[in-house]
Every structure is written in C-alpha cells, then in structure tokens.
C-alpha cells in the first residue's frame, strides 16, 4: 500500500512556474514508477507525465512536451513536476499517482492511462490566470 500526498498547487500568472510535489509512504519507492495526471472542470482526467522507478525514463503528454519536467527524489520518497510557462489552459486539479512496476514503457507503450495506476493522491488546485 502506498499513500501519496500532493503539494505546492495554488495561483499563479500565464507564463509563469510553479513546481508541485508528491511525497510517498513506504520503503520501496524506488520499485514503483510514478505519474501526474490533471483534470479540468467538465474535462476527462489528462495524462500529464510519468517518470520510471529509477528515474532513467520519463514520458510527457503532447500539451506539456517542452514545458513540464518530472524528476524524483527516491531518498526523500518524492516526485516532483515542474512547471514552467504556464497557461491558462493548464488550469486544473493535479493528481500524483503510483503503479507498483519499475518501468513506464511496456510491449510498445508508455503508461499514459489512469487505469494502469493503483495509487492516487487526494490532488492540488493549479489555476493560471490570464
């Protein structure tokens, strides 16, 4: 069982950064590859990024690609997701999920589904304003 428990959401100007933060429970963090997800009012629930167990792999989606980052820290239990010139259509809830396998890329996919992910966070408020 893994709890995960986001941070760091809140206003922020078009254009602008903000980095968000998971911190996880347990000792084996390093086993489980890590993702954030967003869901915008009346939206589905976007695939945002995903980062391997070891950190060595990282996928993004196509509206973050070139903006977002998603590094980890698996001494401190944490991922991160950096965010830089933001805009208003980053608008959302952030979700910080967990799937208990090392790797992201699996028979010629990338773990981009919710449904591949056991663990979620409770999710942070990201709003940019124009």
């Known amino acids: 069982q893994v709890q995960l428990v986001e941070s760091g959401g809140g206003l922020v100007q078009a254009g602008g950064s903000l980095r968000l933060s998971c911190a996880a429970s347990?000792?084996?963090?390093?086993?489980?590859?890590m993702g954030w997800f967003r869901q915008a009012p009346g939206k589905e629930r976007e695939f945002v990024a995903a980062?391997?167990?070891?950190?060595?792999?990282?996928y993004y989606g196509d509206s973050v690609k070139g903006r977002f980052t998603i590094p980890r820290d698996n001494a401190k239990n944490t991922v991160y997701l950096q965010m830089n010139s933001l805009k208003p259509e980053d608008t959302a809830v952030y979700y910080c999920a967990a799937t208990p396998v090392p790797d992201i890329y699996y028979s010629g996919y990338y773990y981009t589904s919710a449904r591949e992910y056991d663990y979620w966070g409770q999710g942070t408020q990201v709003t940019v304003s124009s």
């Open positions: 980062i391997s167990g070891s950190g060595g792999t990282t």
């Open positions: 347990g000792r084996t963090f390093s086993t489980y590859a």
